[in-house]
């Protein structure tokens, strides 16, 4: 199936659970839901003027974002049926993409927030302007250099805790996912099966 017939089948058929999709039908459709949100963050990533674009930068933001979530309903449904397609309940893996896609969104969205809010030295100052170290050499020179390796010390445990959960997260949730995709790139059960058609001998 060519790349704008499976797009626009699987945006037709973004709510339907039930028959079969083809390889060719999944994957295309999967790469566009995945792989044109994640370019233009890159795009954005890599081009400091359109991050500094007030107008730009959110507008491009946005649309990645809301492209992903648009897209989002056909590739689960699409995967369902591609389950379907290789004589298989789409059930078990709908529950457990679901899932880690809820996990992994929770995850993301917390630890973007906790580190949004969490400057590694904000602490540090102010601990440091109650101490009126930035108004008494004296107390600059003798307080301050432990104030700073507190709040660096700070920073490093904080960090090591974010990185150990987000391993402890991200690592089983690849995993989960490896698993599914290596099992939605079987072949296609050849003729009509419990589900429906083959439908890669209908396009024919």
Known sequence: MPPQTALITCLKKSFTLSGRASRSEFWWFWAFHFLVPLA????????????????LAPILVYFALVLYVVTLPGVFCAMIRRRHDMGKSGTMSGIIYGATLL???????????????????????????EAGIHEDPAKALIAG??????GLVEGLIFAA?????????GIPAAIA????GAGLARRSDPGPNQYGPNPSEVSQ
Do not use: C, D
């Open 145 to 150: 250099p432990f104030i700073l390796l507190g």
């Open 177 to 180: 996912l490896l698993v599914l």
């Open 103 to 129: 996990i992994v969104f929770a995850a993301i969205a917390y630890f973007a927030q906790e580190i949004a809010n969490h400057g590694m030295f904000e602490k540090t100052r102010e601990v440091a302007i």
């Open 40 to 55: 233009l963050f890159v795009v954005l990533l890599a081009s400091p003027r359109l991050q500094s674009s007030a107008a």
């Open 161 to 169: 805790i974010v990185i150990t959960v987000a391993l402890t997260i």
